[in-house]
């Protein structure tokens, strides 16, 4: 079982629509972080959390420590929104290990 | 503020034969990753650098991946000699601190095929 899970896998949706997409992950952590990739490799920060939420524009983070799970949503969901999210996770090694993402296509 | 810059962007290779990434990181980041993306994968860590020296290689295969920092700003990454399965984005992110609090700066990546 990977350390880090996320669902969906993938996700297409239509614009305007509410977005979650979910991770779970098993071992103890100091802190969880979203990340954007875009076609090409490129990767964003979107947020980094330890608890609680977080909000920035139209993203929103939430996590559950001790359900150990966190969610991503995006309100009015717009095509330039389509990328991979993937959730990471930071343990005590310090290390970031990543869940394998969730394909977002937005369509207009 | 310049972002963590990569070259090349993409390679094509034969098996076997050898291969060197580079890395600049964002100015004033002591540590720098390298982490391996596989098609369909999240990024997986193969090395982490605090300054010149070593924090995590544990996920590196010593036999035929080796990297380095000498001066403590850039890096390189080479395989030698490189496998099919290789084949994947090599992710270069630099940071300020080294806790938990830390974002990490993500470079474009290369793309490696090896055929």
């Known amino acids: 079982k990977n350390e880090v899970e996320q669902s969906p896998q993938n996700l297409t949706a239509q614009e305007g629509e509410f977005i979650t997409i979910n991770c779970s992950y098993s071992?103890?952590?100091?802190?969880l972080h979203w990340l954007q990739q875009h076609p090409g490799g490129g990767i964003v920060s979107l947020f980094m959390?330890?608890?609680g939420k977080k909000k920035h524009g139209r993203l929103i983070a939430t996590i559950n420590i001790q359900e150990k799970h966190s969610s991503l949503h995006i309100t009015a969901s717009h095509p330039r929104d389509s990328a991979v999210y993937i959730c990471?996770?930071?343990?005590?090694?310090?290390?970031?290990?990543f869940g394998s993402g969730t394909q977002l296509t937005v369509l207009p | 503020e310049a972002g963590v810059a990569q070259s090349p962007r993409y390679k094509i290779i034969e098996k076997r034969q050898s291969v060197a990434f580079w890395c600049n990181p964002i100015?004033?980041?002591?540590?720098l990753y390298w982490y391996q993306q596989i098609l369909g994968q999240g990024p997986k860590l193969l090395i982490q650098?605090?300054?010149?020296?070593?924090?995590?290689d544990s996920q590196l295969p010593k036999d035929r991946f080796s990297a380095e920092r000498l001066k403590g700003v850039d890096s390189t990454l080479k395989i030698q000699p490189a496998k099919l399965e290789d084949s994947a984005v090599y992710l270069c992110?630099?940071?300020?601190?080294?806790?938990?609090?830390?974002?990490?700066?993500f470079g474009p990546g290369t793309r490696l095929t090896v055929l």
């Open positions: 992110a630099s940071s300020v601190l080294r806790d938990s609090t830390d974002t990490q700066y």
């Open positions: 071992v103890g952590i100091s802190a």
């Open positions: 959390l330890s608890s």
């Open positions: 990471a996770v930071r343990g005590s090694a310090r290390q970031l290990t």
């Open positions: 100015s004033g980041h002591a540590t």
């Open positions: 650098f605090q300054n010149n020296g070593v924090v995590d």
